[in-house]
């Protein structure tokens, strides 16, 4: 399976700052997608980033709130805007269809994020 | 919308014994169907998946079942050990796409 990295691996950030998270993946993949998972809780699909054009979000997730870039088959950021307490989780990417036409999801590391 | 329900939360066996961890989905279009463990402060990875033409899938001590009929799949584990302990999600994914919905997970505790 491709090896995907993310950075940061963790920060602290101040209420009302942004934070951009990076996935990379070491191969070209179809899907990329980003979940929050807050302290003990299941995985949320916040959107599904797509390579040249605008993400697609899931209900409860806006564009404003999480921009998604996805500039090439094998890179994406996502940015936590305008943070709050509320916003600290853990944010991770994932990539699937690699071959393509498999549904297979791979995590990656994850980004913890805690806002004071 | 879709919902995938896991049961149960938390589960303790005792090392050796098997542990069963079921979910229900709702989208009957779903066709795939992980199960990720993740153990603490680690990323989920993928132990097993199976797919709707098959009903049943093994993998050394781990096995998953499909009923398509009923929308319930289960993992299941056998002779457990205290590796094994970690939180399990099963997931679906919807419509036919490649996204996925996640149970709420299972925190699995192995007693040496």
């Known amino acids: 399976s491709a090896v995907i990295s993310q950075k940061p691996s963790r920060d602290i950030c101040q209420r009302g700052t942004s934070l951009t998270i990076q996935c990379q993946v070491d191969?070209?993949?179809?899907?990329m997608f980003w979940y929050r998972q807050q302290p003990g809780q299941s995985l949320t699909l916040i959107a599904t980033?797509?390579?040249?054009?605008?993400?697609?979000?899931e209900s409860g997730f806006v564009i404003d709130k999480f921009p998604i870039s996805r500039p090439n088959l094998t890179f994406s950021t996502l940015t936590v805007s305008n943070m709050s307490p509320e916003d600290s989780s853990i944010y991770l990417c994932s990539v699937g269809g690699s071959p393509p036409g498999t549904d297979t999801q791979y995590f990656g590391p994850g980004t913890r994020l805690t806002v004071l | 919308g879709e919902n995938v329900e896991q049961h149960p939360s938390t589960l303790s066996v005792q090392e050796g014994d098997s542990a069963v961890i079921k979910c229900t989905y709702s989208d009957s279009a779903s066709n795939y169907f992980p199960w990720y463990k993740q153990e603490l402060g680690k990323r989920p990875q993928l132990i097993i998946d199976?797919?709707?033409?098959?009903g049943e899938k093994k993998d050394q001590r781990i096995a998953v079942t499909l009923n398509k009929t009923a929308k319930h799949f289960s993992l299941h584990i056998t002779e457990t050990q205290p590796e094994d302990s970690a939180v399990y999600f099963c997931a679906a994914d919807t419509s036919g796409t490649y996204k996925y919905i996640f149970g709420t997970g299972t925190r699995l505790k192995v007693l040496a």
């Open positions: 199976i797919r709707s033409n098959v």
């Open positions: 980033a797509n390579q040249g054009s605008e993400a697609t979000y």
């Open positions: 191969s070209q993949v179809t899907m």
